[in-house]
């Protein structure tokens, strides 16, 4: 029978065992119109097993940036599928880095991995934030 000593050593939040995140940021200069468009702005969300809570605004007190969801809850399963669709891990990231505008899109979630960049605008990355923004938003 397996013990708390020989288990191996999980990644939590608080008190909930961590099953994969995403995460969408930007770094380097940005431009102006860059800066003032909405769709990309950063965005974490950490998917916990066990459990389907759903915790919005859960990252650095920004409202909408940060969101904790357990891989049963509704919007949890909804996103896990979509990914599972967009196949993020097999995306092919610019060569190269830009002065300006990069964007990227990094994670794991159900051991699937993936360091996606990209540079302003990248209309594929903009239609799965689009998707997921709007499962996050939905009651």
Do not use: C, H
Not at 12 to 20: C, P, S
Not at 36 to 43: L, T
Not at 68 to 92: H, M, N, T, Y
Not at 97 to 118: I, Q
């Amino acid at each position: 029978m397996p013990t708390e000593q020989n288990q191996p050593p999980l990644a939590t939040k608080g008190a909930l065992r961590t099953e994969g995140e995403l995460k969408v940021f930007f770094a380097g200069a940005t431009s102006k119109e860059f800066e003032r468009d909405r769709r990309y702005r950063p965005i974490t969300v950490t998917f916990v097993a066990g459990t389907n809570v759903f915790l919005p605004g859960a990252n650095d007190g920004a409202v909408n940036n940060g969101f904790i969801l357990g891989v049963e809850s509704p919007k949890g399963k909804a996103i896990l599928q979509f990914l599972d669709a967009e196949r993020p891990w097999e995306w092919e990231s610019i060569k190269g880095t830009w002065f300006a505008n990069n964007l990227y899109f990094t994670g794991s979630v159900r051991g699937k991995k993936w360091d996606y960049v990209s540079v302003y605008p990248d209309r594929k990355l903009e239609g799965l934030l689009l998707r997921l923004r709007r499962e996050l938003e939905r009651r």
